[in-house]
């Protein structure tokens, strides 16, 4: 049973371009979680998404990040006209139910890093 | 702002003795919380979690909750050097709708 299946594991883009992360949940899980991780900080909650439904994007910028999870395919999380401060390690995580009855899985995270 | 506060560390112990670590959080609605373990460069790893108030013990682990005093806390008993890394303790929101993290303990067990 494969886990939570994240790629690239590591990006590198200019300033401005386009950055696109996906994440594949486990098999069976219809929810999914976005976290930023900037060096030595814990984990920030971006945004929850059910298949083709956000449901909590209450910890993502306004502008330039964008989040999906298509009825077929990965969840994208999407970061236009990329800078500098963006450069962390962007983990997702996956459960089977909501959080209050399952715990989630997270994947082995991508790495961006902004020139 | 809810958060989930942890003391950042470092904690240093000798191999074989107890590890504590601490945790308050500040959303009385919080339901579920959860021990994560973070070895530098990888994902986080769960190791505990715990629902109701109490202890649960897993091997060498026992999560403690006391949801009156919004306290949580892990115990690691006859740490070994392996267990060096950075615990994250974290909680579900009130509806359980996203996950909050604590910062981080680092921990360092010393051979």
């Known amino acids: 049973n494969a886990g939570v299946m994240q790629n690239p594991r590591h990006l590198v883009r200019r300033r401005g371009q386009e950055a696109r992360l996906r994440c594949s949940p486990m098999k069976g899980h219809s929810h999914v979680y976005w976290y930023r991780q900037l060096p030595e900080e814990g984990l920030k909650f971006m945004v929850y998404?059910?298949?083709?439904?956000?449901?909590?994007e209450s910890g993502m910028p306004k502008e330039r990040f964008s989040a999906e999870f298509p009825k077929e395919g990965p969840s994208i999380l999407r970061i236009q006209q990329v800078v500098r401060g963006d450069s962390a390690a962007y983990f997702c995580a996956s459960s089977p139910v909501s959080l209050t009855e399952e715990t989630q899985y997270f994947g082995p995270g991508t790495r961006l890093l902004v020139l | 702002q809810k958060e989930v506060e942890q003391n950042s560390g470092p904690l240093s112990v000798p191999e074989g003795a107890i590890a504590s670590l601490n945790c308050t959080y500040s959303?009385?609605?919080?339901?579920?919380f959860f021990w994560y373990r973070q070895y530098s460069g990888k994902s986080p790893e769960l190791i505990m979690s715990?629902?109701?108030?109490g202890d649960k013990e897993d091997g060498r682990f026992t999560a403690q909750l006391n949801k009156a005093s919004q306290y949580v806390s892990l115990l690691i008993r006859d740490s070994q050097p392996s267990d060096s890394a950075t615990y994250l303790c974290a909680g579900t929101n009130t509806g359980g709708f996203k996950t909050i993290f604590g910062a981080g303990t680092r921990l360092f067990v010393k051979a």
């Open positions: 959303d009385r609605g919080s339901q579920s």
């Open positions: 998404l059910q298949k083709e439904n956000i449901i909590d």
């Open positions: 715990i629902y109701s108030n």
